[in-house]
Each structure stands twice: as C-alpha cells, then as structure tokens.
Nanobody, 122 residues
Framework: VQLQASGGGLVQPGESLRLSCLAS????????VGWFRQAPGKEREGVSC????????YYPYTVAGRFTISRDNAKNTVYLQMNALQPEDTVVYYC????????????????WGKGTQVTVSS
C-alpha cells in the first residue's frame, strides 16, 4: 500500500498548481482521501476531503472556492487543484487515505504519502 503525492513546485501569487495522489497496492473505491498541509512548527491541517462512495467533498473556509479535490478512477488517483495561490499556501502538502467512513479526520487516516512542497513567492 503506497500513496505518492506529486505536483508541488514554485509559483507566483495568483497562479495555480495541481497536486496528484497516486495510490498503488489498493484501489481507491471506498472510504475517503484527504489532502493536508503542514507548516513548520504547526499542526497538520486538512484542506480537502473526498468521500469515495458518493464523491462528496469538503473544504475548510481557508481554501473553499480556491481548492478543488477530484478523482480519476482509471488512474487510481486523486487530485487537488489549487487556484489563486497565496504566499500563505506555502507549505508541504500530504495526501492520506482512510478505508471507511465519509470524512477525513487527521488522526484516523490510515495511510499517508510523502509530502510535496508548494512554494508561492514572487
């Protein structure tokens, strides 16, 4: 079981990035996938969640309207489209999966991918 997050990089304020979370060793067909981010010295926070049973999505107010989570079943991949990026979005982003339920509580996620760095700077 492995999750591979990718797509991070350096962009200017206002630009966009799309992160990918590729699952291997299992199929993303039940439970949830969440994207989280963590700044140095701070707790890891959730920025999106998708329920694989019904495609319901969740976003905190800090990113709602700018971030969109989606899935590609054929590629066994979940994406995070991030628009209108701001310097405060500069952190490491992680994807995680839970094999049951419809939400993405940080403490209950079963598997985590390695992070991908997003840097927003002019």
């Amino acid at each position: 079981v492995q999750l591979q997050a990718s797509g991070g990089g350096l962009v200017q304020p206002g630009e966009s990035l799309r992160l990918s979370c590729l699952a291997s060793g299992f199929t993303l067909d039940a439970g949830t996938v969440g994207w989280f981010r963590q700044a140095p010295g701070k707790e890891r926070e959730g920025v999106s969640c998708i329920s694989l049973s019904d495609n319901m999505t969740y976003y905190p107010y800090t990113v709602a309207g700018r971030f969109t989570i989606s899935r590609d079943n054929a590629k066994n991949t979940v994406y995070l489209q991030m628009n209108a990026l701001q310097p405060e979005d500069t952190v490491v982003y992680y994807c995680a999966v839970r094999g049951y339920g419809t939400t993405c509580p940080r403490s209950s996620m079963s598997y985590w991918g390695k992070g991908t760095q997003v840097t927003v700077s002019s």
